[in-house]
């Protein structure tokens, strides 16, 4: 029997519901709210193949298609040590975490049974109350609230450092090396770590790692002391030993874009600007 008779019929839905949190390419976590594992056949997802849904007691809010944005929403109740919640905890994952929800019936003897999609969208945050975890989440369609970014009449460039308007080549100018020490949200790097470029211009750059999960952490380095790097945030599955790419930093400006990255056709900003009002009190003529 497909989804749509057990939907609508009066007695034979034994309905289920399941979640799938995405956080990389390969890694993720599924549950169900159904007393047993479910098996469902991903195909076309991130993960893809057949996906394993764990029970546990999880709730969510009703679902709601008003129409509008202002109600989109969803708060998801689960418990407190699930791991979703640990991925959270102290600093969010470097990703975002997309989230499909999907629901079907027991009783449909469909071979395999239909799980249709009912929302979809993105966790925002997870909150501690109590024994439990509070995701809260919103759908795709909140996208449509987010203005888009204006470019400004500026002498700096606004383009996002190797993003696809500046275009510069990131593999060229990041150096791969081994962490020799950490200290809070600081990395110790063996002596000449940075190669043919100078330290400093590594600051305001990014510092990236393979996480146990197999998806990519990445932190900003906000200083750069000798062959100690301060980076922007906690320093989730690295150790001692690992391997990091350091990429290089940019000020926006024609000096690092031109002389650093020998990218200057694509330089964003207005360095041409007057700096002195044509209209002001100053004699033009004397």
């Known amino acids: 029997m497909s989804f749509s008779s057990i939907e609508t019929s009066r007695h034979r839905g034994q309905p289920v519901t399941l ?79 997309t ?11 469909e071979d395999p049974p239909e799980f249709l999609v009912i929302w979809s969208g993105r966790v925002l945050s997870v909150a501690r109350d109590g024994d439990e975890c509070v995701v809260s989440c919103e759908p795709v369609s909140s996208s449509l609230r987010r203005p888009g970014l204006r470019r400004h009449y500026q002498f700096g460039c606004p383009h ?19 962490v020799s020490a950490l200290s809070g949200t600081s990395i110790t790097l063996p002596s000449g770590w940075n190669g043919s470029f100078s330290a400093a211009k590594f600051v305001e750059g990014v510092v990236e790692w393979t996480n146990d999960a197999g998806g990519i952490e990445r932190r900003k380095i906000l200083k750069v002391t000798g062959n100690v790097l301060l980076l922007g945030g906690l320093l989730r599955d ?27 056709q ?14 002001g009190p100053r004699n033009n003529y004397y």
């Open 19 to 97: 979640y799938h949190f995405a956080y990389s390419e390969t890694a993720y976590f599924a549950y169900t709210d159904a007393e047993n594992p479910i098996t469902h056949d991903e195909n076309g997802s991130a993960s893809g193949g057949e996906i394993i849904y764990e029970p546990i007691p999880i709730m969510r809010e009703a679902v709601v298609s008003s129409g509008t944005m202002d109600k989109s929403a969803l708060s998801i109740r689960m418990p407190r040590d699930v791991e979703l919640g640990d991925l959270f905890r102290v600093y969010p994952p470097a990703q975002v975490v």
């Open 99 to 109: 989230l499909i929800i999907r629901q079907g019936h027991l009783s449909d003897t």
């Open 160 to 178: 996002v450092l190797y993003g696809p308007q500046c275009n510069a080549n990131k593999a060229t100018h990041s150096i791969t090396t081994t």
């Open 238 to 264: 690295l150790d001692v030993g690992a391997t990091i790419t350091a990429a290089l930093g940019c000020n926006h400006q024609m000096s690092d874009c031109q002389n650093l990255f020998a990218n200057i």
């Open 266 to 279: 694509n330089f964003g900003g207005c360095p041409w600007i007057p700096t002195e009002n044509p209209i």
